[in-house]
C-alpha cells in the first residue's frame, strides 16, 4: 500500500473516526470495570468483518487481520478513563459522573479501530498479519498489559513487533514524537501508616506524636533521592497524600501518607525500595512511633527498541514529511506498555493533539483535557503505516 492510499483511506473514514472518538469520550469507564467500551468495540470490529476473542487480561480485545502466516505485527490501544470530573462544555463531555477520559485512551481505542479500518480494507495486500491488542485498565496497577500478556496476548503465534501511541498535549496536532531507548519511568506506589499516641495538642509531653514524625520521614525520604542516588540518573519520590485527621487542638494517633517512586533504572529501583524501607524503619524508631510500609510494585521503566524506534522515524517522516517529526525527551511518567516492549521489540510514541489557536491544550489528567480531533486522522495514519511498511519490508530490528 502506498502513502497516497492510506491517507486518501483515512481520510475518508474521517468522519466516522469523530463519531466514534466522542462516542467513547461521553462513556468512559475505569480500569477493571470497560464492559460496555469492550462491548462497542466488539460491535464496531462485527461491522467491519474481523475476527476477534474477548475476555483477555479482563475486558481486553485480540483481533486479527491478514494472513496467518508470515510476521505478525501487534498494535496496542487502550481503553480505560480517570476518576476525574470533566469540566468541558461540549456535545461530547463525559456522561458518567466522576469519570473522564482525560489521559486520551479514547482518542487510543479510535486510532486502532481507525487503523482496523484502513487494514481491514486492505487486507488482501498485507505479506502478514496484524493484531490489535485492545486493552483495558492501563491506569491501575497491576496493569491491564500484563494481565493480556498472561492471557497469551503475545502468542500462538508470537508477536515479532509492537507498536503503541500516547496523546501529547504539548505538541501541536499533525505531530508526532519518538524516543530510542529507555523512554519513561518506573513507577512503584507508596502506603505508609506512621502509628503514634495522640491527645491534647496543648500537652505534648503526654504524646508521642505521629504528625510530627510523619513530618520527618517525608523530609528524611527525600534524601534517598538528594543522596543515595546516583545524581546522573533520574528519579523522583513523591508524598501525595498526607492525612493526619486531627484538629486544632488534638493530634491524632496515626499519620496516613501515600506517595510514588519513580526511576529510570531497575537496579537502582530494587535498591531505593530498600532505602525506602531503612529510612521509614529508622527514623520511625527514632521519633518513638511505628510505621506501616507498604510499597506496592508497579510498572517497570519503557524501554523502546532503539533500532525500531528509529526505524519507525523514518517512516514517520516518510508519510509526514521531517518538519512534523520529532526526538522526544525521557519522561517520568509511567505506562504499562513498558511490559509489551519487555517481551517483544517496542516502540512506543507520541501523538500531537493541541491547537494554539483554537486554544486546545489542557494537560493530561486534569478536567479540561480536551484534543484537536484533526489528530484521529494522524493517529490512525501511523498506526496502520507502520504496521504496514514493518510486513511489506519484513523488517525485524538488530538482535
Request: glycine letters at 8%.
Amino acid at each position: 500500500m502506498n502513502k497516497e492510499t492510506l491517507l486518501a483511506a483515512v481520510n475518508e473514514a474521517q468522519q466516522k473516526l469523530v463519531e466514534v472518538r466522542r462516542h467513547l469520550h461521553a462513556n468512559p469507564e475505569l480500569s477493571f470495570h470497560e464492559k460496555n467500551t469492550s462491548a462497542f468495540v466488539a460491535h464496531e470490529l462485527d461491522a467491519l468483518g474481523i475476527k476477534y476473542t474477548e475476555g483477555i487480561g479482563g475486558y481486553g480485545i485480540v483481533a486479527h487481520i491478514g494472513k496467518p502466516d508470515g510476521k505478525l505485527v501487534a498494535l496496542r490501544g487502550d481503553m480505560d478513563a480517570l476518576p476525574i470530573t470533566e469540566e468541558n462544555d461540549v456535545p461530547y463531555a463525559s456522561k458518567n459522573p466522576g469519570v473522564m477520559h482525560a489521559c486520551g485512551h479514547d482518542v487510543h481505542t479510535t486510532c486502532l479501530l481507525g487503523a482496523a479500518m484502513v487494514l481491514k480494507k486492505h487486507e488482501a495486500q498485507l505479506p502478514g498479519a496484524v493484531r490489535l491488542l485492545f486493552q483495558p485498565a492501563e491506569e491501575r496497577i497491576p496493569g491491564g498489559a500484563s494481565l493480556m500478556i498472561a492471557d497469551g496476548a503475545l502468542r500462538n503465534p508470537d508477536v515479532n513487533l509492537i507498536f503503541g501511541q500516547h496523546v501529547y498535549p504539548d505538541m501541536e496536532v499533525g505531530h508526532v514524537g519518538f524516543r530510542p531507548g529507555i523512554y519513561m519511568a518506573s513507577a512503584d506506589e507508596i502506603y505508609l501508616t506512621v502509628n503514634g499516641k495522640g491527645g491534647h495538642a496543648a500537652l505534648p509531653q503526654k504524646l508521642n506524636d505521629p504528625v510530627l514524625a510523619a513530618s520527618h520521614i517525608i523530609v528524611a525520604l527525600q534524601q534517598i533521592v538528594s543522596r543515595r542516588s546516583d545524581p546522573t540518573l533520574p528519579s523522583v519520590l513523591s508524598i501525595g497524600k498526607v492525612i493526619a485527621n486531627g484538629a486544632t487542638n488534638v493530634i491524632p494517633d496515626k499519620v496516613v501518607m501515600e506517595g510514588t517512586f519513580r526511576t529510570l533504572d531497575e537496579g537502582w529501583r530494587e535498591r531505593a525500595h530498600e532505602e525506602i524501607r531503612r529510612v521509614v524503619r529508622h527514623t520511625a524508631e527514632a521519633m518513638g512511633v511505628t510505621a506501616d510500609l507498604e510499597i506496592r510494585i508497579g510498572y517497570p521503566c519503557l524501554t523502546n527498541n532503539p533500532e525500531l524506534a528509529v526505524w519507525s522515524m523514518k517512516q514517520a517522516e516518510m508519510l509526514f514529511g521531517e518538519s512534523r517529526v520529532h526526538e522526544l525527551p525521557i519522561r517520568m511518567t509511567a505506562e504499562d506498555f513498558a511490559y509489551f516492549a519487555q517481551a517483544v521489540p517496542a516502540c512506543f510514541y507520541r501523538l500531537g493533539t493541541s491547537n494554539k489557536v483554537k486554544g486546545i491544550g489542557a494537560p493530561l489528567h486534569t478536567s479540561k483535557f480536551d484534543i484537536d480531533e484533526e489528530a484521529l486522522q494522524t493517529g490512525t495514519a501511523l498506526m496502520a503505516w507502520l504496521a504496514v511498511k514493518a510486513l511489506e519490508e519484513d523488517y525485524s530490528p538488530p538482535a
